[in-house]
C-alpha cells in the first residue's frame, strides 16, 4: 500500500473521467493536486489570474462537450475566482471548480481570527448547482464521485469541492477504491419514451407552420447535425437563443439569424407548433411571450431539455419531455422521414424561402453603412473584415458593450458551435479567457476575438498567457476610449434633445465616460505578442491577414469613429428584449 495524497486521489478520479486539461494558478496548498496531473496524463494550463481559469474552462466545455476543470488557492484564490463561477453558472457551462481550504479544524464552522480563510463552500453554494466540502481523507472519493455525478446532471453549471490543505497534501498510508464512471453516474444519454416522440412527430408533422426554437441545450450536447436533418425533414425554419446562435449555420436555407428580430418575430407568430429544444424562454427570448411569440391558446408547445425543471416554467407546454437533446433529435428523424409523405414539404419550403428573402433584403440595407471609408473607421468594417479574413470554422468570441452589439449584428456564423460569448451575464472582459479556452479546446482552429477597449482592460495580461503557451489567438480590440454605451445611455439621459440633434453632448457634460489611450498593438509587443494598429478600414484586412500568420498570438488595435460607435443599429431592439413582453 502505497502513501497518497488527497490531492492525488482527485487527480487520479479525474483522469478515470476523463479529464485532460485542468485550468488554474499554482499555489503550495493544493501541490498534492496539481504536482499529481502530469502523473495520470493530465495538463495543466495557468493564466495570471484565477477568473481567467475559470473562463478558460468554461469555454473548453462549451466547445468539446467536455468537462472543463479550473482550481483556486484557500482564500483569495478563491476570491479572485468567484466573478468567473458566477458567470459560468449563468452561462450554463460545465465547470468543476476544486479549491484548497485551511486545514481542517478552523472552519466549517470558522473559528475565527484565521489566515485568508472565509466560508467558501459555503459562498460558493449560493451561486454554483452544487457545492461541498471534503471533512476527512476517507470521504474524497465520496465526495468526487458526488460532484461529478452533479456535473453530468441536469443543465451544466458550476459544482464546486473544497478540500482543506492538510488533505489535499498530506500523505496517508490507506486503500483507495477508485471506480470505474459507469460505477457511480450515468454515461448514456437520457431518452425519451417512445410514446412522447410519436406525439411529437405527429404534431410537428400536422403543423401547417411549425418552427423549431433551440437553446444553449443543443450546443452543450453537440447535436448540430440531428438539428440540421430535422429541419430539413420539416422544412422548419429555425431560430435560436442568443446563446444557441449558428447552431444551424446561419447561411442555412432554414435559419433565422436571432439579430433579424423584426423576421423572427413575424416567424414566431406564424408559428402554430413550436418545437424547443435545450431552451428556456429566457428574458432574451421574450420569456416566450406575445407580442414576441404567438399567444398559448393559439400554439402548441414542444418543449425537451435535459433539466426537467426547466419545462414549462415561463411558456406552457402541451407536450414536455425531459430528454437530451442531440437524443431526442436523433430518434425523432426516423419518425418524421417514415412519415415524409404527409409532410407538406413545399408550402413549408415557400414559407421558409419568404423569411430568408426579408432577410436578405434587411441584410443589404444594413450593410450599405461599409460604402464609409473614412477614419477612423466606422465600427462595422471590423466584424464584416473578420470574417472575411478568417476562414469559416473560425471561432469568434464576442465581447463588450457596444463593440458586442455591432459585431453580433454584423457577423454571420457559419459553422455550428464557433459563437463565444457571455450570452446571458454580459461580463465584461470575459472574452479575453474564453479565446484561450477556445484555442485549448482544438488547436486546429483559429481563434478571433472582437473586444472592446474597456473589456480588454480588465484581462490584458492574458496576452502572456497566450504567448506563453503557444496560442496564436488574433484580439482585435475597437478602441472608442470610452464607455460607449454608457455614453449613448448618459447622452440621453442627461439632454436628450441636444442628443438627438447632433447624436452627442459637449465633452464636460458626460460622467466618467472617457478613457485614456492605450496602444494595445504596443501592449502586445511587450509581452511577445505581434502587433498591428489601423485606423484606416482600407488597411484592416491586410492586417488581419498578417495577424493571423503572425505564428503566435496577435493584437490589432482598430481605432474607430467614438461618435458613431455609439449609435449601433438594433440597439433598441436588444434594450427591448429587457422589458416585460405585454403578455
Known sequence: MNAMSGGEVIARMLAIDGVETVFGIIDGTYFGFYGSLGKHGIKLISPRHETSAAHMAGAYARLTGRLGVCMASNGPGVANVLPGLVVEQAEGNRVLCVTSGRRGGLNYPDRGGAYQNFDQSGTIARLAKWSAVAPSFERIPEVI?????????????????????????????????????????????????PAALDQAADLLIKAAAPLIHVGS?????????????????????????????????????????????????????????????GARFGETDRWGKAPYWRRPAEQKLIHVDVDGANLGVHKPADLAVEADAKAFLAELLPRLVARKGEIQAEARKKRAMGYRMAFFQGAKEHFAALADLSAPMFTPHVPIA?????????????????????????????????????????????????????????????????????????????????????????????????WGMVKMTQSLQIDAAKTQA?????????????????????????????????????????????????????????????????????????????QEPAG
Not at 459585431?407 to 458551435?417: E, H, K, L, T, V
Not at 447624436?503 to 492605450?518: A, C, F, S, V
Not at 496577435?554 to 461618435?563: G, L, R, T
Request: with cysteine.
Open 145 to 193: 464521485r458526488a460532484a461529478l455525478r452533479a456535473c453530468w446532471t441536469g443543465r451544466p453549471g458550476v459544482v464546486h469541492v473544497d478540500v482543506p490543505e492538510n488533505l489535499m497534501n498530506g500523505p496517508v498510508q490507506q486503500e483507495v477504491a477508485f471506480w470505474a464512471r459507469a460505477q457511480y453516474r450515468a454515461t448514456a444519454p437520457k431518452i425519451a419514451a
Open 386 to 482: 473578420c470574417r472575411q479574413a478568417f476562414p469559416d470554422e473560425t471561432v469568434f468570441v464576442v465581447d463588450g458593450g457596444n463593440t458586442a452589439v455591432w459585431a453580433s449584428g454584423f457577423m454571420q456564423f457559419r459553422r455550428p458551435n464557433t459563437a463565444l460569448s457571455t450570452f446571458k451575464f454580459g461580463m465584461l472582459g470575459a472574452g479575453v479567457a474564453y479565446a484561450l479556452g477556445a484555442a485549448i479546446a482544438d488547436p486546429k482552429r483559429p481563434v478571433c476575438c472582437i473586444i472592446g477597449d474597456g473589456a480588454m482592460g480588465f484581462h490584458p495580461q492574458e496576452i502572456e498567457t497566450a504567448v506563453r503557451n503557444n496560442l496564436a489567438v488574433v484580439y482585435v480590440v475597437v478602441c472608442d476610449r470610452q
Open 502 to 578: 447632433q447624436k452627442r453632448l459637449d465633452p464636460g457634460q458626460y460622467i466618467n465616460t472617457d478613457l485614456g489611450e492605450i496602444a494595445w498593438d504596443k501592449l502586445a509587443e511587450s509581452m511577445g505578442a505581434a502587433g498591428f494598429r489601423a485606423s484606416d478600414p482600407k488597411e484592416l484586412g491586410v492586417l488581419l491577414a498578417k495577424a493571423r500568420g503572425a505564428g503566435k498570438c496577435a493584437v490589432v488595435h482598430v481605432d474607430v469613429d467614438p461618435v458613431r460607435h455609439m449609435w449601433v443599429p438594433g440597439l433598441q431592439d436588444f434594450k427591448d428584449m429587457h
Open 217 to 277: 441545450g443543443v450546443t452543450h450536447a453537440l447535436a448540430f447535425d440531428e438539428l440540421r436533418q430535422v429541419a430539413e425533414a420539416l422544412q422548419a425554419p429555425v431560430t435560436t437563443s442568443w446563446g444557441a446562435r449558428g447552431a444551424l449555420p446561419e447561411t442555412h436555407d432554414l435559419a433565422l439569424p436571432m439579430v433579424a428580430f423584426p423576421i423572427v418575430t413575424q416567424a414566431r407568430n406564424d408559428a402554430d407548433v413550436v418545437l424547443a429544444v
